[in-house]
């Protein structure tokens, strides 16, 4: 979705009957930033639940809020809530289209950016670049629980489908921490990354996932014995002088699709898509994008030519 200093259009969907919907930036406002979606199992109707960070909503510089939004809602339309807060709206496609906002939950921290969710949807953390923390918000209980110290100006984020464990990456101290959400506690910490900017979780829990655009590296991790099981280092094939790390296929936002099989990674030094077979750790195809591709989304549906 774009790291927290990069301006620029970005991404905005939602996870609705298996499909993930693109929409032109315009439609959602300015600044929107990361994005997360969730899905409720075993639901005949499901409906959209869409958490949103998004930048400059209120007037003030570093203002952060994050904002599930509707179709067609425009950010402007929010402004005067709280910095900080975390809006949802929960409801069946009319309702979340009229934008209405049933509840501010604060995130109590500076610079709140990215946001991962519980695959249930009830839970979601924040991490918070200006803090250096990570916060917890129980979004079926409309209420903040707690803040995290992790790391300074951690960015990128994801958790266990379950909630357990949370992984934050630092841009300044170059590691990704994995959080015990119960113990609110770091239980392990990986160094040497040159970027550590985004991370994801296999739909099943068992593999943790994180890129390092700086290095050109993809790693990979077992979620349950939390070592790594191996990393992928991506060729400089076609390397762009608009590559944002000199000499490197930077590979940044990925998504993983719904089988856990495979995930899908804009390389932004090649303007290029990859696709990794994550049991192999091998590349299986590339596919050509405009110029330095970062957000990305994924559907199971077959697009009819």
């Known amino acids: ?8 259009p970005r991404l905005s969907g939602r996870d609705f009957n298996d499909e993930i919907r693109l929409r032109h930036p315009g439609l959602v406002g300015r600044g929107d930033h990361g994005l997360a979606a969730a899905r409720q199992r075993g639901e005949k109707r499901r409906t959209p639940l869409r958490v949103e960070l998004a930048e400059d909503v209120v007037e003030e510089e570093q203002g952060r809020t994050a904002v599930e939004l509707g179709e067609q809602v425009e950010l402007g339309e929010l ?13 069946e496609p009319g309702q979340v289209a009229s934008g209405q906002v049933e509840a501010a939950i604060p995130t109590n921290a500076s610079g709140s950016h990215m946001v991962a969710v519980t695959a249930d949807g009830k839970r979601a953390w924040t991490t ?65 990354f040159g970027f550590p900017y985004r991370m994801a979780v296999t739909p099943d829990g068992k593999t943790a996932i994180v890129c390092d655009p700086e290095l050109s590296k993809i790693h990979f991790y077992d979620v349950a014995t ?48 990859a696709e990794i077979d994550i049991l192999s750790r091998k590349i299986t195809g590339r596919m050509m994008t405009g110029g330095s591709p970062d957000g990305i989304g994924y559907s199971q549906l077959t697009a009819k030519r």
Do not use: C, H
Request: charged residues 20%; proline residues 4%.
């Open 1 to 8: 979705m774009g790291r927290a200093s990069r301006g620029g």
């Open 226 to 273: 939390l070592n790594e099981t191996g990393v992928l280092d991506v060729p400089p094939d076609s390397v762009e002088a608009t590559t944002e790390f000199a000499g490197q296929a930077a590979p940044e936002g990925f998504i993983v699709s719904r089988d856990g099989k495979t995930m899908y990674i804009a390389l932004q030094g090649s303007s290029r898509v």
């Open 128 to 192: 918070n670049v200006g803090d250096g923390t990570v916060s917890e918000l129980d979004i079926a209980g409309r209420k903040y629980v707690t803040t995290m110290p992790v790391a300074g100006r951690n960015e990128g984020i994801a958790v266990t489908p379950d909630g357990a464990l949370v992984w934050a990456g630092s841009n300044v101290a170059k590691t990704v921490s994995v959080v015990d959400t119960k113990a609110s506690a770091i239980t392990k910490s990986y160094p040497g």
């Open 79 to 91: 402004e005067g809530q709280d910095r900080g807060a975390l809006l949802a709206a929960r409801g």
